[in-house]
């Protein structure tokens, strides 16, 4: 606002400048009329510059000229019927035109004008009819059709009997600041908006940690109890309903986690019009009556690198969140596949988006579509305009979490009662993908054996039911809440175990210290580390550290068993 109010304020003093200099104008044009003078001195930049008085009329358009020359921003002078009765030579420039070839005629052959609102025209005829005087800005659309910002300071020109005789225009073209203050404020809105997420990201993200250590227990405890019962009794409903409970709050903590961005994500060359067949087919098994699905792939979509399951729950959520959309009346849903390729001269429809080759994505509905209001907040974790109980309001945050850890870019087109349009842009690959290894899934676990297992957790229920769990799989567990007395039990010799099994993100010590002083220490000990915060970088730290295994939290208890398994009986030379 600073900026745009000193720009205005220059208008204003080089308007009043123009009046005074171009009144000097007449009052020396008068003196050469009257023959008081035979000869003028201006000064120019180039020093004084000598004018003779041959020709009256040309010396006093050279005069007037030669003045309105120096002046940067474009002048325009009109007398009453709109005529073109003067332009400099920063108008020229500006407008793409030549004096001789404009001069009398009308101004709208030049520029059409293009206001923001209907009454701003109105609003500044009725300041020049009132004052005499307006500045502001609006759009000038030039005769090859390019429109520019300008801002404008417009007077009233008046005869020597004070008749309305024209206008004085000085217009700036400030198409470049323009789009200055729009990128600086879109960054600044992208910045707070990042902040915004990160923060929530970081909440949520600590919140899905201590919720997997309670699911982590109760799916313990169920597997335990139901173990435990007999095999015709009762209770074994209400415990496969607590697990059936338990696996949609991990679903749920997951979405969670893929929103903060601490999923575990397994990349590899994925065919977008594959993921695309195989989401189309669930969502219309889901349709209402009335709904309806059309897909079109083109054949040239490029692959793309990223996680199989994460890419297939993006079409799935935008394709449920269209079907909302349209909340159970007739439509259709649009799901288009194609490549695309943006070069440096490519208009983009974001700026993120850097030039290269994209897969793109796009997903349309005809439903009752959002303002600008909605579309501001659609990707905020827990935001829904569904009524309470129809909806978590992660979907749309989750599709958002996982286009930016793809690199990807997601944009949305959307007015009330127009329907949505969602864009997912995918960084293109050409790589070939290589098949990932066979593992050998784990049998019937073999017996512990007696071996020895020190687990340490700092959550004292997920440590005592984890203890329960493998001393059942016939090994000897030591847990320990105290990271340090744990260490230092194994270091020190007092205890001699065979396995250590820890969390990762633990108050103190993390697991990652632990297993690194291990590694020093007693180079043979295998560890296996558990969190609930895997990602690519913790797997890569891990591996340094010496961690044999790394299982995701709410670990499932045959993944840890396999994990167990893995270290005492390598796939191969099982023993049962």
Not at 526 to 539: A, C, F, K, Q, T
């Amino acid at each position: 606002m600073r900026a745009k109010a000193a720009s205005a304020a220059t208008l204003l003093a080089q308007n009043a400048e123009l009046h005074a200099r171009l009144e000097a104008a007449e009052e020396t044009l008068q003196a050469i009329r009257s023959g008081a003078v035979d000869a003028l001195v201006v000064e120019t930049d180039a020093g004084p510059k000598i004018f003779r008085l041959e020709g009256l009329d040309a010396e006093s358009s050279r005069f007037r000229g030669e003045i309105l020359a120096q002046v940067s921003d474009a002048v325009i002078t009109i007398d009453n019927d709109q005529r073109v009765t003067f332009l400099n030579a920063a108008a020229e420039r500006q407008y793409g035109v030549t004096a001789p070839n404009v001069l009398g005629r009308r101004l709208s052959e030049i520029f059409q004008y293009r206001w923001q609102r209907p009454e701003d025209e109105a609003a500044a005829l009725t300041a020049l009819r009132e004052t005499g005087f307006w500045c502001g800005e609006n759009v000038h659309v030039k005769r090859s059709g390019e429109a520019i910002n300008v801002e404008s300071s417009v007077s009233q020109l008046r005869a020597e009997d004070e008749t309305f005789s024209g206008l004085l225009a000085v217009i700036r073209d400030i198409t470049g600041r323009k789009r200055a203050e729009q990128e600086h404020a879109r960054l600044e809105a992208q910045l707070r908006e990042s902040q915004k997420l990160e923060a929530i990201g970081t909440l949520a993200g600590g919140v899905a940690h201590d919720f997997n250590n309670i699911l982590g227990t109760i799916l313990i405890n169920a597997e335990l109890a139901r173990q435990d019962a007999s095999y015709n009794s009762q209770a074994l409903v209400s415990l496969t309903e607590i697990e059936k409970a338990s696996h949609r709050a991990r679903d749920l903590v997951q979405q969670i986690l893929t929103f903060s961005r601490r999923q575990v994500t397994s990349h590899q060359v994925v065919s977008i019009p594959s993921i695309v067949t195989e989401s189309v087919r669930l969502l219309r098994a889901g349709l209402l009556g009335g709904m309806r699905i059309e897909c079109y792939c083109a054949a040239d979509t490029p692959s793309v690198l990223g996680d199989l399951t994460q890419l297939t729950q993006v079409l799935l959520n935008l394709g449920v969140n269209a079907a909302q959309a349209m909340e159970g009346w007739p439509g259709t849903i649009e799901i288009r596949v194609e490549g695309v390729m943006f070069d440096e001269s490519s208009a983009r429809p974001d700026p993120a988006l850097r030039p290269g080759h994209y897969a793109r994505i796009v997903v349309s509905d005809t439903g009752h579509g959002m303002d600008a209001a909605t579309r501001r907040r659609i990707f905020e974790p827990f935001f829904t305009t569904r009524p309470s109980g129809k909806g978590t309001g992660l979907g749309l945050c989750v599709v958002h979490g996982i286009v930016q850890a793809h690199a990807g870019v997601i944009v949305v087109h959307s007015e009330p009662d127009k329907g949505s349009t969602f864009e997912v842009y995918l960084p293109s690959t050409n790589d070939l993908a290589a098949a990932p290894d066979p593992i050998e899934k784990a049998g019937q676990a073999a017996e512990g054996r007696g071996r020895h297992v020190l687990y340490i957790d700092d959550d004292q229920a997920q440590l005592f039911a984890s203890k329960r769990m493998i001393e059942r799989w016939g090994y000897r567990v030591s847990a320990y809440f105290e990271q340090r007395e744990a260490l230092d039990a194994v270091l020190s010799g007092r205890i001699r175990v065979d396995l250590v099994v820890t969390d990762f993100n633990m108050p103190g010590m993390s697991g990652l210290e632990i297993a690194r002083a291990i590694r020093d220490a007693l180079p043979d000990l295998p560890v296996i580390l558990i969190s609930g915060y895997v990602n690519e970088e913790l797997r890569a730290q891990a591996a340094a550290a010496g961690v044999r295994d790394l299982i995701a939290k709410p670990q499932d208890l045959e993944e840890l068993r396999d994990a167990v398994q893995n270290i005492f009986y390598p796939p191969g030379k099982r023993l049962g």
